[in-house]
């Protein structure tokens, strides 16, 4: 899997949109973005993955970089409830993969009343 | 929705002693994974399952063993627990069915602490 570069933290206000990056600068062709989510004493939720094209679901927008070598996760109207850790991943899309992602230490987002 | 359940939130334990954590899901999934979580080291796979009575070891089996006797369950054994084992502890499943269903789904986890 490629190794992927995030802030350590970052505060966002209330209802502003949250904008986290990642970079991936050595992610291979076959491989995915995938983004996750850690609340406080909670298991990791998927939120999205994407290859290159921009995706969008009901949790959140996912911009990647036509060089794909960088990606921005983004939660259009953050909530007190969106105070996580947020987890970037690259990988293989493969079923036989999909448990097995390397969980680095992510960004700490903090959303501010 | 798809629920990984973990039997414990919190276990004390003493070292020395065989530890069992267990896990379900009800989504019928393939694939299980345990992983242990540790601050400034990230989650890390311990033991992985694709099938029942099937096992793989992830990049830290050291000290733990699993056991895939029913398909909706995959448990995960300290055989003597010590106290750098200390950690919380993650389940996860996924489906085997379609290559390209690739979403892990996670567990509340399990705080253990060996004394």
């Known amino acids: 899997d490629a190794k992927t570069t995030q802030p350590p933290s970052m505060d966002c206000a209330e209802g502003r949109a949250a904008n986290l990056p990642c970079n991936h600068s050595?992610?291979?062709?076959?491989?995915?973005v995938y983004w996750y989510r850690q609340i406080h004493s909670q298991g990791p939720q998927y939120i999205i993955h994407?290859?290159?094209n921009n995706e969008t679901n009901e949790m959140a927008s996912l911009i990647i970089t036509e060089d794909r070598k960088s990606s921005t996760l983004i939660l259009p109207h953050a909530t007190l409830r969106d105070t996580a850790v947020y987890y970037c991943i690259v990988r293989v899309r493969h079923n036989t993969n999909a448990g097995k992602s390397t969980f680095g230490d992510g960004t700490t987002l903090t959303v501010k009343p | 929705d798809v629920k990984v359940t973990q039997s414990s939130r919190y276990l004390v334990k003493r070292t020395g002693e065989k530890v069992f954590l267990e896990c379900v899901q009800d989504?019928?999934?393939?694939?299980m994974f345990w992983y242990r979580q540790d601050p400034g080291l990230g989650l890390r796979l311990i033991y992985f399952s694709y099938d029942v009575k099937m096992k793989e070891k992830g990049d830290i089996p050291e000290g733990y063993s699993v056991s895939r006797e029913k398909k909706e369950r995959f448990s995960l054994i300290l055989e003597s627990a010590s106290t750098n084992q200390t950690s919380m502890y993650l389940c996860a499943s996924s489906s085997g069915q379609g290559i390209m269903n690739t979403e892990a789904f996670f567990g509340q986890g399990t705080r253990l602490t060996v004394v």
């Open positions: 050595t992610i291979s062709g076959n491989e995915y």
């Open positions: 994407g290859l290159k």
């Open positions: 989504m019928d999934h393939e694939n």
